[in-house]
């Protein structure tokens, strides 16, 4: 690597600068005991004495640090060459970093701390389980779930919140749905509303158009789902479980949160058995609502908003 040299180099004036301290240790003790007991042999004795023990002990201590080095290098080392993508990115990340340190320009050294250490703590959340994924990004990240999924899928909308599904992103997700369906892959989704006029006719074209596509169409109203149950979530194959982060009172969102982590995923799968059991099949209460609420009085009603969901 570029900076074996200059680092064995610091190294070897540091074990100079420790050897030393350790004679003069040594020899401020000999003088002591030779003060204090007159005996030159032996205040001389034990002097090197203890200036051998201490070089010892420091021999020690640096063979157990290299040992852990040489532990962790080698570890590296084996990781990296049975990874094509890590043998190429880790010597560059090494080499730019030591290259940006060693120019001693402090901005640009701190800007890239900051980056390998954002680098390193976003690794750790993808070894525990989850990606935290921006607002911008989390359409692709959901479409790119369902495109892969092969058995079931699961999720939630909640009506008032967004125009999603009647934009040019909502209705290609919604392609993507029929698309599954067709490999047959079973999709249940949950309209979650406060109140049937919150089914406007826009939405319940929505409903309907997904409930004949195949889709397993619920409807659950709030006042029956505990706070614990009101997320805009999906679940994907039982495998992956998504929370997008919903801004209150807005029609936007923070960003989501994917998890593989199986404590995670189980716990979503019991938010999910929770919520259908409060909801009803979409259809009646589609049904319903038309036997209470004449057409044309729905026309005047239906200003409500649209839905949003995974």
Not at 142 to 148: G, M, Q, T, Y
Not at 150 to 160: D, E, K, L, N
Not at 269 to 286: M, T, W, Y
Request: with cysteine; charged share 30%.
């Amino acid at each position: 690597m570029k900076d074996a040299g200059p680092r064995r180099a610091a190294g070897n004036i540091e074990f100079l600068k420790f050897v030393l301290v350790d004679a003069v240790g040594a020899a401020v003790i000999g003088v002591v005991s030779w003060v204090v007991t007159g005996d030159h042999v032996s205040s001389f004795l034990l002097s090197m004495v203890t200036g051998i023990l201490i070089l010892l002990v420091e021999l020690r201590y640096q063979l157990t640090v290299t040992r852990e080095e040489l532990s962790v290098a080698s570890g590296l080392q084996r990781d990296s060459l049975a990874d094509p993508f890590l043998l190429q990115q880790v010597p560059r990340i090494v080499h730019g970093y030591t290259d940006v340190a060693r120019t001693g320009d402090a901005f640009f050294t701190d800007r890239a701390r900051e980056v390998v250490s954002h680098c390193a703590a976003e690794v750790v959340r993808l070894q525990e389980g989850y990606i935290e994924v921006p607002a911008k990004e989390v359409f692709s990240y959901v479409k790119r779930n369902f495109h892969d999924t092969r058995h079931s899928v699961f999720g939630t909308v909640f009506v008032q919140i967004s125009d999603f599904w009647f934009s040019g992103g909502g209705r290609e997700y919604l392609q993507e749905n029929f698309e599954a369906i067709r490999r047959g892959v079973k999709v249940q989704r949950v309209f979650i509303i406060d109140d049937l006029t919150d089914l406007t006719l826009d939405v319940q074209d929505l409903i309907r158009r997904q409930a004949e596509g195949g889709i397993d169409v619920r409807v659950a109203f709030t006042d029956r789902l505990t706070p614990d149950l009101l997320h805009d979530m999906g679940i994907y194959d039982d495998k992956y479980a998504v929370y997008v982060d919903l801004i209150p009172g807005s029609r936007k969102t923070r960003g989501a949160r994917f998890y593989r982590d199986e404590a995670e995923v189980r716990k979503a799968k019991q938010i999910r058995d929770r919520i259908v059991r409060e909801s009803e099949p979409a259809l009646e209460v589609l049904d319903r609502l038309v036997q209470v609420t004449p057409r044309s009085e729905a026309v005047r009603e239906g200003v409500g908003g649209r839905a949003r969901g995974t």
